[in-house]
């Protein structure tokens, strides 16, 4: 069993930076995949970036590449989401999901999602 946790959203001007972490318990951790996705109201789930499981590969999507930078220490059973440029379509409620293979953007093989944090950009 993975538990997620959320921080570090909060509301920023367009132009921005935040950095999310997304803190685990269990010591399999270091196992897993892990992805970000946000939810903008009225808005379906979207994929953000991942991680593989040694920090190795990352994916992004394509509206966040070039700004958004995914990285994980498994010392500290963190991944954080370094959150530059910030636009005001990035407005969403951002989770963290961990899943037992890369290539996450589905969501599909997600077994653990945390409760998310929001993230608010000005214009």
């Known amino acids: 069993q993975v538990q997620l946790v959320e921080s570090g959203g909060g509301l920023v001007q367009a132009g921005g930076s935040l950095r999310l972490s997304c803190a685990a318990s269990g010591r399999t951790f270091s196992r897993y995949a892990v992805g970000w996705f946000r939810q903008a109201p009225g808005k379906e789930r979207e994929f953000v970036a991942e991680i593989s499981w040694n920090g190795d590969a990352t994916e992004y999507a394509e509206s966040v590449k070039g700004r958004f930078t995914i990285w994980r220490d498994n010392t500290k059973i963190t991944v954080y989401l370094q959150m530059n440029s910030l636009k005001p379509e990035d407005t969403a409620v951002y989770y963290c999901?961990?899943?037992?293979?890369?290539?996450?953007?589905?969501?599909?093989?997600?077994?653990?999602w945390g409760q998310g944090t929001q993230v608010t950009v000005s214009s």
């Open positions: 999901a961990a899943s037992p293979l890369f290539n996450i953007g589905s969501g599909a093989t997600v077994f653990s």
